[in-house]
């Protein structure tokens, strides 16, 4: 499954470097400007529903073939959840009238109608991941309506991982059962990524195990560690949905650091790196393979770049860096596939919430370091 903004975020720093590379850009198609508009309207930091969902729909449905399509209607989804509070509502009922005035229509072509239902399977374990009180059986019958008509999509594995993850939070057994079917599945990638699900699963009853050296030097041993309130904070410099939750984190974290709360940071910065798979992305095309010297040279400005961020946006916390962007070693062991993914565990180091962002962290945060008020009134008010 693919979440929110993940390939426009990926998409709009290929377009920023392909601009900056091109001697002389070329005139754009109407198709690459539909893209634009449509990116630039998800992506604002202050993103507005009239033009999320104008933009968007025009690229979506003009437009089918082209590849920023894919993600596309999620992202356009869960832009509420960004929006003011008083626009929320009416954005997502625009968005899923307009969806489902679509699926009615007996001519609609199956391509699209296989996105739609997908996406909205999608959006549905977005929406129940972030929910106080997930509900399982609704992400079920989402995911059911797309398996009925399209029972080979390729959307389906990916979903099947949310929905595990979903059961795996209300009910750990049953969650680690339906994620072990999945490790057993035929598609390689599909078995890696349930594997990765089941060790985030498997966190909510076996204390986290992590140790490294993180990009100022600091060593980090997460079994030093117990006793505390730890937010595990998956991220990057490059990533809008993280940069605009940076001022509720660090206040918290100002708040309750001295009270047991702590931060540790997981970079998916962006090094540029020119490999194998880098080559086949058309905006490469022509360019040479990098060198062991300027894959180092290229992770160390990248580094330098996250460590000054971090310092000019009031970010104490230890931060690990590997400088491999989406294939970043602690990304890979735990499938994060979207940013921000925001960890929290308890005082035993055990997983309580993997989307701990928002108005749900300092709530999350009060009750697992004892201070809410009905710890206090359990504690004798202590």
């Not at 082209?66 to 997502?92: E, F, I, K, Q, W």
């Not at 057994?173 to 598609?187: E, R, V």
Request: with cysteine; proline share 5%.
């Amino acid at each position: 499954m693919k979440r929110t903004l993940l390939l426009l975020a990926a998409l709009a720093a290929a377009s920023f470097t392909h601009a900056a590379d091109t001697p002389a850009a070329k005139e754009k198609s109407p198709a690459d400007l539909a893209f634009d508009a449509a990116r630039d309207a998800i992506n604002s930091r202050t993103p507005e529903s009239a033009k999320v969902l104008e933009a968007g729909f025009n690229l979506f449905f003009n437009f089918p073939e082209h590849s920023g399509v894919n993600g596309l209607l999620s992202a356009m989804g869960s832009t509420a959840g960004r929006l003011p509070a008083a626009d929320r509502a009416g954005h997502t009922k625009a968005f899923n009238d307009r969806l489902a005035a679509e699926l009615a229509k007996s001519d609609l072509k199956d391509s699209v109608r296989e996105s739609i239902l997908g996406a909205q399977a999608s959006i549905e374990v977005s929406a129940q991941t972030r929910a106080a009180t997930p509900d399982a059986a609704a992400v079920r019958a989402k995911i059911d309506a797309l398996a009925a008509r399209f029972p080979q999509s390729k959307a389906l594995a990916g979903l099947d991982l949310g929905y595990a993850k979903l059961l795996a939070k209300a009910d750990p057994a049953a969650g680690a059962a339906f994620l072990k079917n999945l490790t057993g599945s035929s598609n390689p990638e599909t078995s890696r990524q349930a594997a990765g699900e089941l060790r985030v699963a498997e966190m909510r009853t076996t204390p986290l195990e992590m140790k490294f050296t993180a990009a100022d030097g600091r060593e980090v041993d997460f079994a030093k560690l117990r006793g505390k309130v730890v937010l595990v904070d998956f991220w990057a410099t490059w990533c809008g949905p993280c940069i605009a939750e940076i001022p509720n984190l660090t206040r918290v974290y100002n708040e309750y650091h001295a009270k047991g709360f702590e931060v540790i940071g997981i970079s998916f910065e962006n090094s540029s790196i020119i490999d194998e798979a880098a080559l086949k992305i058309p905006r490469n095309a022509g360019k040479s393979l990098d060198t062991p010297e300027q894959i180092a040279e290229k992770k160390t400005k990248a580094k330098d770049k996250m460590l000054a961020f971090a310092k000019e946006k009031n970010m104490p916390w230890p931060q690990q860096f590997d400088g491999n962007y989406w294939e970043n070693e602690y990304g890979r062991m735990y499938n994060i596939r979207g940013i921000p993914a925001m960890f929290l565990l308890d005082k035993e180091g055990k997983l309580i919430e993997t989307s701990a962002r928002g108005e749900k962290l300092e709530p999350l945060v009060k009750k697992l370091l004892g201070l809410d008020s009905a710890s206090a009134a359990a504690g004798g008010g202590n």
